[in-house]
């Protein structure tokens, strides 16, 4: 079993997709197929405040991980705010998810970031137990006002 932790590829595109959706269907969410795209160019353009890094086991894309800068009132470097985490269910529990959290954390600390933060839903208790692992949740309740 050979775990590699590396920024996505062009083409990681097709194994990509089929995380994503099992991501999108984990949230219960639909996104459209153009916005799905977006989402992917926007992924792999290197001018786009969005980076992308995968998993894989073996050759096989098994997790990808989301992550940008963001720039902040309270801090000189701002903060690494990871979006999204994904590990296809058949090989959750093995290592992959802290092993794409740490490639974040390793990038967050060489752009001197204060923090690395991300969210998740209350009821989300396999990805919970891992992320308590890292640190307690913050306390703070995030709100939404829906703008389309």
Partial sequence: MSLEIRAVRTADKE???????????????????????????????????????????????????????????WSENGHCYLEDLFVAKSVRGQGAGRAL?????????EKKCSRLYWNTDEDNATARRLYDTYALESGKRQYRIPLI
Wanted: glycine share 4%; aromatic share 16%.
């Fill in 15 to 73: 194994q990509w997709q089929v995380l994503w959706q099992g991501y999108l269907d984990f949230y219960r969410t639909e996104l459209s197929p153009a916005q799905s795209e977006m989402t992917w160019s926007r992924i792999i353009d290197p001018e786009f405040n969005i980076n992308c890094a995968i998993a894989t086991l073996n050759g096989d894309v098994i997790g990808f991980v989301t992550y940008n800068l963001q720039n902040s009132t």
């Fill in 101 to 109: 959290i740490e490639f974040v954390k390793s990038f967050a600390v």
